[in-house]
Every structure is written in C-alpha cells, then in structure tokens.
C-alpha cells in the first residue's frame, strides 16, 4: 500500500468513527423531559412531573428508548405513577407504560 492509500484509508476511517460517534452520542439525550410531559398531557394525564430517568438498566422500555418515570393525575382522575419511553431519535415518538 501507498502512503496515499494509507493516508485516504486513515482519513476514511477517521470520517466513518466520528460518524458513528455523532450518531452514538445523542442516544440518551435526543428525548427530553418535556417531551415525555407533553406525551402523558396528550394521553389525558394533568399535573405532570418527571421525577427520574434512565437509559440504562430500564426493565420497562425497549433498547435505543428513554425511560422518563413519570407522576400526576393520570385520565382516570387519580393520582398515579408510570413510565414514559421515548425514542432516541425523531423516528419514534413516546409511549406510555404503567
């Protein structure tokens, strides 16, 4: 191999890790807390409140999902607790679990 061959090897490499990085990074953070709010106020939940998160070690969501736990008055009328996952992308928005 030529030290231009390597060099354009070293330099695709480079381009491809930074890439997958980028993509890699916004894992835990490309759902917020007020995007699991919204979710629960659309499912008819009032005075909502995020009192934890995990992306991690999460029992009730799926990989690649967001765990925001969740109080308030669920539609019911009653005040409850439960899990809104929401997607590390904008390819999948959040759902509720109880």
């Excluded at 191999?1 to 835990?28: D, E, F, R």
């Excluded at 807390?33 to 995990?54: F, H, R, T």
């Excluded at 690649?64 to 929401?86: F, L």
Aim: with cysteine.
């Amino acid at each position: 191999m030529t030290t231009k061959q390597n060099i354009a090897s070293l330099v695709t490499a480079l381009t491809i890790g930074a890439g997958v990085g980028a993509q890699t990074s916004c894992m835990p953070g490309c759902s917020s807390e007020e995007d699991a709010i919204q979710a629960a106020q659309s499912a008819g939940w009032s005075d909502v409140a995020v009192v934890g998160n995990s992306y991690f070690f999460t029992l009730t969501c799926s990989d690649g999902e967001m765990a925001y736990s969740i109080e308030g008055i669920n539609p019911g009328g009653q005040r409850a607790e439960a899990t809104v996952c929401c997607g590390h992308t904008n390819l999948k928005g959040c759902t509720i679990r109880y």
